[in-house]
């Protein structure tokens, strides 16, 4: 299938730039969703020995993909302890 890609991309250069975007696109694409499993304390590996791993998130884990003007080092914890 490479092999394939390349000869297109020889014959029609034009084609290289298409190439290039639909390769980043995959390729985030594929790194979003190996991150969602492995750093969302929504999903819960070991149910044993951490069966609610979001209970032991504190305020300043900073668990979203992207924050605009929230400093998660700065904030304090508001509520009790459950």
């Known amino acids: 299938m490479l092999r394939q890609i390349i000869g297109q991309a ?3 250069p034009s084609l ?3 190439f290039i975007f639909i390769g ?4 985030g694409a594929a790194l979003y969703v190996t991150r969602l499993p492995l ?6 590996w070991d149910r044993k020995n951490n069966p609610e ?11 979203k993909f992207y924050s ?7 904030l304090k914890k508001e509520g009790p302890d459950f």
Do not use: C, E, M
């Open 39 to 44: 750093f969302n304390p929504d999903v819960s």
């Open 16 to 18: 290289i730039p298409l």
């Open 68 to 74: 605009v003007n929230v400093d998660y080092s700065k």
């Open 53 to 63: 791993p979001w209970n032991k998130l504190g305020p300043n884990d900073q668990y």
């Open 24 to 27: 980043a696109g995959g390729t």
């Open 10 to 12: 020889k014959r029609h």
